[in-house]
């Protein structure tokens, strides 16, 4: 049976800004592979809401490993929206987060807006990372015909282990350069993706992994950069987060949730009620119905498998509100609220390749790993924040980029730093770490706003405009309403 990919990072800035209400972030399904006729040139781009511009395809090509002499070549796309400006600046680049959303995505959904003000300032590129969009992609490969694990910690984290070691040797076997797909690599192409745009200089503007990207590229390229601006920032030993972290924000979320007297009269605690409902599902698992191939299967739930849908509501307020109300449903028994993501579900035991390469590739420090692994035996969510890593930490011999890479460095260049006070995937005491790194910031928070930040508030399209016209942005506090849970 065929299961298409989810990696839940992947829809957190990309798809995930336009996803129907029932869509998790913890998952993605696989795109098909782009129609290898594409042709480069101008054509009509539609964007949020039926929204149409003109718009320019790209393409250049660059070596799929650039350790390897004989590496075969893969083709990188983007898609260009032209400047209105007289004399318009670098051109800005747009990286997605991920790792595996795509670029060209981004303007489909509510940054549209964002994309069409930055053409006063310059041209503004969205880039299809190498694996994503409608840049050369990873053969899809099906999964596994064999029966399911339960999604339970132990079942999950084996079967995804063996799933991605053996697709490793397929898709080797067919000639892709697997080592290629690390965030080093990238952080090349978005140089030659400069060269091939004939500009001097370049400006940054990505989130989530598009900020691990990017600091990667003012490392490697950094004299070639002329500005970045950057939210929900994940820094160079960042991958995977620390549970300590997500503990403390869900303490946060507990103590807004204790401002309505209605949820806290039904929630006394809301990460006790998490514990209990983990605890419960993971000992005995529940069996849901789910779609697949135009038929059905039956999925054994365990908590791992809640804590995982867990870690991806709480990216975002809309989705974080949810939770109260399925908790509370769950410890009740009432298995049927999870009917509607169960094809969520059932995407988890497949691996699409880039994301996974590209996540064991950065890794994650032994100092670090020791922390992550001694918090996460007491944490409300375990260490399924970060799944599939550290869970394939080894499974590819080799892959990761080592110490070098994930070491900080100090940042002259100009930067804008924006976060939103309740982004679950990258809480701010983590952005804190990699902001020390910037030494010319302007840094803007908004108050209940999450993971997808750009778009949260009316206010942050403008600083984006000048900040990349030059001039100066002063730190800032932004805010909106804080959520409202629902306990239904």
Do not use: C
Not at 399 to 411: K, S
């Amino acid at each position: 049976m065929t299961y298409s990919s989810l990696n839940r990072r992947s829809l957190l800035t990309a798809a995930g800004l336009a996803v129907p209400a029932m869509s998790l972030p913890f998952s993605a399904r696989a795109q098909a592979s782009p129609d290898p006729a594409l042709a480069p040139g101008a054509f009509t781009f539609t964007g949020w809401q039926g929204q149409e511009t003109d718009a320019e395809r790209g393409f250049f090509e660059v070596p799929e490993d650039r350790r390897d002499p004989g590496s075969r070549r893969i083709r990188l796309g983007y898609v260009r929206f032209a400047s209105t400006a007289s004399n318009p600046g670098p051109p800005i680049v747009y990286l997605s987060g991920g790792p595996g959303g795509a670029g060209t995505g981004a303007p489909m959904g509510p940054r549209f807006p964002i994309f069409m003000a930055l053409r006063a300032v310059a041209d503004v590129i969205a880039f299809d990372q190498r694996g994503t969009g409608i840049s050369e992609r990873i053969p899809e490969r099906p999964s596994s015909s064999g029966p399911l694990p339960a999604l339970t910690h132990a079942g999950l984290a084996a079967h995804v282990r063996d799933e991605m070691q053996k697709a490793w040797i397929d898709w080797t076997r067919s000639g892709v350069a697997m080592a290629g797909y690390n965030t080093e690599q990238s952080a090349d192409d978005i140089n030659d993706l400069r060269r091939h745009l004939g500009a001097d200089r370049i400006n940054l503007w990505g989130i989530s992994y598009g900020s691990h990207l990017a600091l990667s590229v003012l490392k490697r390229h950094g004299d070639v950069i002329g500005r970045v601006a950057l939210a929900s920032l994940e820094g160079q030993d960042q991958t995977v987060k620390r549970p300590a972290r997500i503990d403390a924000y869900l303490d946060q979320v507990d103590a807004l949730m204790g401002a309505d007297p209605v949820v806290r009269a039904a929630i006394p605690n809301m990460p006790a009620l998490m514990r209990r409902v983990h605890d419960r599902y993971e000992a005995d698992p529940v069996t849901l119905v789910a779609p697949a191939d135009g038929g059905a299967t039956e999925l054994k739930l365990g908590g791992f498998g809640i804590q995982l849908m867990a870690g991806g509501m709480i990216a975002n307020p809309r989705t974080l509100t949810m939770l109260p109300g399925l908790y509370l449903a769950l410890d009740a028994g009432n298995i049927e609220v999870l009917a509607p993501f169960a094809g969520e579900f059932a995407g988890l035991f497949g691996v699409s390749g880039m994301s996974e390469a590209m996540d064991m590739a950065s890794g994650v420090s032994p100092a670090r790993l020791a922390l992550v692994e001694h918090e996460a035996r007491t944490a409300v969510l375990g260490d399924a924040l970060n799944f599939p890593m550290p869970h394939l930490l080894g499974a590819i011999p080799g892959a990761d980029l080592g110490e070098a890479f994930r070491a900080p460095i100090t940042i002259d260049t100009p930067a804008l730093l924006i976060a939103g006070s309740l982004d679950g995937r990258t809480p701010l005491a983590e952005q804190a770490e990699v902001e020390s790194q910037f030494r010319v910031k302007s840094r803007v928070v908004v108050e209940n706003a999450g993971h997808n930040v750009f778009e949260a508030h009316p206010d942050v399209q403008d600083m984006l405009v000048r900040f990349f016209r030059g001039e100066a942005v002063a730190d800032a506090r932004l805010s909106l309403p804080p959520p409202r849970f629902a306990v239904a």
